[in-house]
């Protein structure tokens, strides 16, 4: 049976980059070759008298532009162009010049003792010195594309993020919105007060404050990236306490916070994994919910018995959760941890904090 030749998409990563890397260093060997002594290459012996040079090209190539990837590597996680570019510029510079002078250096040395046969008396050390200019002129050339590239590659990021923290933004608008203005949620509110009024005036009034201010912080940072971890704990203790009233001694909760100051959360993640844990989990005078918010150095850990019901009208989704996800993975490196064992669901918010 023929075999099919190997394609770049059958080929293993590994080998196809490795390929890649010799082919462009080739190239670049030869067009150094082409600007230096362009007339060798209009006879055989000129190709043939070209030859340890365009070795010696290659070499040089291929180890700068190698060590170039390393930095960039390197310094990417580390030091961000965006956000210190003074210092990025600096750091490239000294880590690869210092690299290229050390690489250059060593490379000149082995190509003269191949060629010459020195012995350690008869080195040159200032020959040998002087012999790294040109490789380091090419390291220069290096640096410059290594540096264009890294630095554009690094705002095409920054502008991409920024375009999808809008759009998780607006996603994030639209889904608090139906999550807490839904129906259900309304009706069930509303049907509790209207068995209050009868029962409790000062009940009801108090159900209908908190029921405002709920309305109310929903509109209110629809708009806002973060908020205070101080304003999303006024919200859930709102929000608590209304779920309270409606379900009496079914739901138990407690909020344990020492010091919410200078930090911050995506607005209504509270109120996204709050209602998740109401809406699907049982809630009766035999299997008590409880709900816990608890602030864990900088992390908010959000806790409840895990009690699923066993026939749910909405079927959990998880797009409160990955909502909450993806707004943190635009805003932070820290992400949630969600933890489900088997009597209680955690999810721990990591709590940010706002660069002066």
């Avoid at 080998?15 to 462009?24: A, D, K, M, P, V």
């Avoid at 009940?203 to 806002?224: D, M």
Wanted: hydrophobic share 45%.
């Amino acid at each position: 049976m023929p075999q099919t030749p190997l394609t770049p998409r059958h080929q293993s990563p590994l080998w196809y980059n490795l390929r890649q890397f010799i082919l462009i260093n080739l190239a670049i060997a030869l067009s150094i070759q082409v600007v230096f002594c362009f007339p060798c290459f209009f006879s055989w012996d000129g190709i043939k008298s070209m030859i340890p040079d365009f070795v010696f090209s290659f070499l040089v190539s291929s180890a700068l532009s190698w060590g170039g990837s390393r930095v960039e590597c390197f310094l990417d996680p580390r030091v961000s162009w965006v956000y210190s570019p003074v210092k990025r510029l600096l750091l490239t510079v000294s880590l690869f010049m210092s690299y290229s002078f050390v690489v250059s250096f060593a490379i000149v040395f082995g190509y003269h003792l191949v060629l010459d046969g020195l012995s350690s008396p008869e080195i040159p050390w200032k020959d040998l010195l002087g012999f790294t200019k040109y490789p380091l002129g090419i390291s220069l050339v290096f640096l410059a594309i290594f540096t264009t590239r890294s630095w554009l590659m690094e705002w095409r990021k920054s502008a991409i993020e920024a375009e999808q923290l809008r759009s998780e933004k607006l996603a994030s608008q639209y889904q608090s919105l139906k999550n807490q203005l839904n129906p259900h949620f309304l009706f069930n509110s509303l049907n509790a007060l209207s068995n209050l009024v009868y029962e409790d005036a000062d009940r009801s009034a108090a159900f209908i404050q908190k029921l405002s201010r709920i309305y109310r912080y929903v509109l209110e940072v629809q708009q806002e990236e973060l908020v205070s971890l101080q304003r999303e704990l006024d919200f859930a203790q709102n929000f608590l306490e209304l779920q309270k009233i409606r379900f009496e001694e079914n739901l138990n909760f407690s909020v344990k916070v020492s010091d919410p100051k200078g930090l911050f959360l995506p607005p209504l993640s509270l109120q996204l994994l709050l209602e998740n844990a109401i809406k699907h989990n049982v809630a009766s005078a035999e299997d008590p919910l409880f709900i816990h918010i608890i602030q864990k150095e900088k992390e908010l850990w959000i806790s409840n018995t895990f009690q699923p019901k066993s026939s749910q009208t909405e079927p959990s989704t998880g797009v409160g959760l990955n909502n909450i996800k993806s707004r943190y993975l635009i805003l932070s490196k820290a992400q949630p941890e969600v933890v489900q064992t088997e009597h209680e669901y955690l999810v721990k918010l990591p709590l940010l904090t706002i660069q002066q």
